[in-house]
């Protein structure tokens, strides 16, 4: 008699970074723990949270905290009735995870890491793959949204689709949480290095994306190993549209999965002003970085001089344009005087 041996799936670390909003991290977290696919870890790591998020993971872990109510009855499917606890947790200070040297077989189910500050997306998520890193046995990470709730086979579909692609980067098809019969992102969306304008590709899927949605990135660990993290001076948005252009830099493909992803979309910033700020520092940021001085400046200069006259743009975009407009300025003067 022969018996074959059932080869081992492969690893994925399912990276959260958390900023208040407790409740959307545990209602994802609901979400995964029902994955189909089972070889994986989560690591959520806390921004310094104002709402204690971080006490109420680690109670929600235990037992001791409660699952909140379903913020859309069309997602309970997904996150309700809550999973059987305990879930194997521990948790670490940032300087505990750094220098972290546990045993993979000794891997809980739920680690958890307290930032002391508010290190951004790409920094909080950098932080966490600095631990996985450690870890040495991760093949996929999975970069998602806390306030995201994902399809039970959502991550046995991106592993699939990376596995069948050999892509260092997968997307998925993101829907709006609150109507989840519309796409938010068919997995991302085009770039435009002339322009530098960033689009969403959700209107037909035949569009092809030369980046990938940050609310779903899932990268393979070797493309970690070659590129590293996020770029941390992009503090919020625009941080997994640098990352991708320095992929293609390197040729490494890109790949959209079948798995659906359920995004509730601006949860962590609010405030209009803000999210636009961020986008605009962090497109100046990118393009001068990758492509110097060139057609996209134009471009986007009138792009704000229009939010900036225009009666009918929202007040905060406005503002973010007029600041961001005399940002590119000294930027574009300090690179000629170089």
């Not at 002391?116 to 996929?140: H, P, Q």
């Not at 993290?229 to 320095?246: A, H, S, W």
Request: hydrophobic share 40%; aromatic share 12%.
């Amino acid at each position: 008699m022969i018996i074959v041996a059932t080869p081992t799936p492969p690893k994925v670390y399912v990276v959260l970074v958390s900023w208040n909003g407790w409740q959307h991290t545990l209602e994802c977290l609901e979400s995964l723990f029902r994955s189909d696919f089972r070889n994986f870890e989560v690591v959520v790591i806390d921004n310094a949270s104002a709402d204690s998020s971080a006490d109420r993971v680690q109670a929600w872990a235990r037992g001791g905290q409660p699952s909140p109510a379903v913020a859309s009855p069309a997602m309970a499917r997904y996150s309700a009735p809550p999973v059987p606890k305990a879930i194997p947790c521990l948790r670490h200070s940032l300087e505990q995870a750094k220098g972290s040297t546990e045993a993979s077989a000794s891997a809980p189910r739920l680690v958890l890491i307290d930032a002391g500050s508010n290190l951004g997306f790409g920094g909080g998520n950098n932080a966490a793959l600095e631990y996985v890193s450690t870890r040495g046995d991760a093949t996929y990470i999975w970069l998602l949204n806390n306030d995201t709730v994902v399809a039970p086979t959502a991550m046995s579909q991106m592993v699939a689709t990376a596995d069948r692609t050999a892509a260092g980067v997968v997307g998925s098809v993101v829907r709006y949480y609150f109507q989840p019969q519309k796409v938010q992102a068919f997995g991302g969306g085009h770039f435009s290095s002339l322009t530098g304008s960033a689009r969403l590709s959700s209107s037909s899927r035949r569009w092809r994306v030369n980046f990938i949605f940050g609310a779903s990135f899932f990268i393979r660990n070797s493309t970690y190993e070659r590129l590293g993290g996020f770029d941390q001076r992009i503090f919020m948005y625009f941080e997994e549209v640098e990352y991708c252009v320095r992929a293609r830099q390197q040729r490494i493909p890109i790949a959209v999965s079948e798995a659906q992803v359920f995004h509730k979309s601006g949860v962590s910033t609010g405030d209009s002003y803000l999210k636009w700020k961020h986008i605009y520092q962090s497109r100046v940021y990118t393009m001068l970085k990758h492509f110097g001085i060139g057609a996209w400046v134009v471009f986007t200069s009138v792009n704000w001089l229009i939010n900036v006259v225009s009666p009918f743009g929202e007040q905060g975009k406005r503002k973010a344009s007029r600041e961001a407009f005399a940002m590119l300025t000294q930027s574009l003067a300090e690179s000629l005087r170089r």
